[in-house]
T-cell receptor, first 114, second 115 residues
Framework: NAGVMQNPRHLVRRRGQEARLRCSPM?????VYWYRQLPEEGLKFMVY????????ESGMPKERFSAEFPKEGPSILRIQQVVRGDSAAYFC????????????FGQGTRLTVV | GENVEQHPSTLSVQEGDSAVIKCTYS??????FPWYKQELGKRPQLIID?????GEKKDQRIAVTLNKTAKHFSLHITETQPEDSAVYFC??????????????FGKGTKLTVNP
């Protein structure tokens, strides 16, 4: 089991471009969580998804951010028209349904907006 | 929604001493409380967790205590070693199927163990 795979590990975007972050959950895990970590700060919940369904998006900014977890393929966190304040580490975690105690984090994608 | 407060934000101890990190939570429905260790540039890793039906749990040099009445829980590390140096995060979760599974994290404690 390769664990939770996130790619890319590092992403540099110019202001105004789009950023796409990918997360492949662990085998057997059906739920995905996205968190954002600003430098020197904790992990802020963004969105919680299962395949083809958003369960909780209460932490997602109202504009420019979207997430999906299609029936086939990885979960995608999309940030449109990036700004410098979007620079952060974005972590994905996955778990089996209803088993948050089995959640496992990926290595994160470090987004830098220049 | 749930709110988790964590103290202290930084903690420096001498090797061999004990370290204690404390967290409080606001939602009495929360029933799952994990602790994560994050080394610089790496992913958060679960080190110990506790559920609300238990008051204390121990794993070698690490222990966690939970006071549901006061809504606070603590991490205790004994006989600290330099490799314990990292940022530690507490978290709380409703742990259920209603969408409350998400983990709400404290802001972290940077622990430095001096040789």
């Amino acid at each position: 089991n390769a664990g939770v795979m996130q790619n890319p590990r590092h992403l540099v975007r110019r202001r105004g471009q789009e950023a796409r972050l990918r997360c492949s959950p662990m085998k057997g895990h059906s739920h995905v969580y996205w968190y954002r970590q600003l430098p020197e700060e904790g992990l802020k919940f963004m969105v919680y998804l299962q395949k083809e369904n958003i369960i909780d998006e209460s932490g997602m900014p109202k504009e420019r951010f979207s997430a999906e977890f299609p029936k086939e393929g990885p979960s995608i966190l999309r940030i449109q028209q990036v700004v410098r304040g979007d620079s952060a580490a974005y972590f994905c975690a996955s778990s089996p349904a209803g088993q948050i105690s089995e959640a496992f984090f990926g290595q994160g994608t470090r987004l830098t907006v220049v | 929604g749930e709110n988790v407060e964590q103290h202290p934000s930084t903690l420096s101890v001498q090797e061999g001493d004990s370290a204690v990190i404390k967290c409080t939570y606001s939602d009495s429905a929360s029933n799952y409380f994990p602790w994560y260790k994050q080394e610089l540039g790496k992913r958060p890793q679960l080190i110990i967790d506790i559920r609300s039906n238990v008051g204390e749990k121990k794993d070698q040099r690490i222990a966690v205590t939970l006071n549901k009445t006061a809504k606070h829980f603590s991490l205790h590390i004994t006989e600290t070693q330099p490799e314990d140096s990292a940022v530690y995060f507490c978290a709380a979760s409703g742990g259920g199927w209603s969408g409350s599974e998400k983990l709400v994290f404290g802001k972290g404690t940077k622990l430095t163990v001096n040789p």
